[in-house]
């Protein structure tokens, strides 16, 4: 899928993110590129654990998987933060955008 919009001047002091639900898919930081997602979530849960230096209350295993117990509640500042940007050997990946 393909979108194109014309973003407004004033934006571009602005970080801009896109979501499908409360996963993100691309993200424009200011004076950066776009980076799209490459690599999706395998839903291990480490971005969670001793994330500045405690565990998520909210995490829940889910069988194999770790969630958010919080769901759709969950703060918007979890959704726009990668998990790379918290966890090392994050399965969730972001490039540069061509163009």
Same mark, same amino acid.
């Given at each position: 899928?393909?979108?194109? !919009?014309?973003?407004p001047?004033? &934006?571009?002091?602005?970080? !801009? @993110?896109?979501f499908? +639900?409360?996963?993100? /898919? &691309? #993200?424009?930081?200011?004076?950066e590129?776009?980076? !799209?997602?490459? *690599?999706? =979530?395998?839903? =291990?849960g480490?971005?969670?654990?001793? #994330?500045?230096g405690?565990?998520?209350?909210?995490?829940?295993?889910? +069988?194999?998987?770790?969630? =958010? +117990? /919080? +769901?759709? &509640?969950?703060?918007? *500042?979890?959704? #726009?933060?990668a998990? *790379?940007?918290? @966890?090392?050997? =994050?399965s969730?990946? #972001?490039?540069v955008?061509?163009?």
């Open positions: 899928m393909k979108i194109e !919009i014309e973003i001047d004033w &934006a571009d002091e602005r970080h !801009i @993110y896109v499908a +639900g409360i996963e993100l /898919l &691309a #993200f424009k930081h200011v004076d590129a776009w980076k !799209i997602k490459t *690599s999706r =979530c395998t839903m =291990c480490n971005c969670c654990r001793n #994330f500045k405690v565990d998520c209350e909210h995490l829940k295993q889910d +069988g194999t998987r770790w969630v =958010c +117990g /919080l +769901g759709l &509640a969950r703060p918007i *500042s979890c959704s #726009f933060s998990g *790379s940007s918290r @966890y090392e050997g =994050c969730e990946k #972001f490039e955008v061509n163009g």
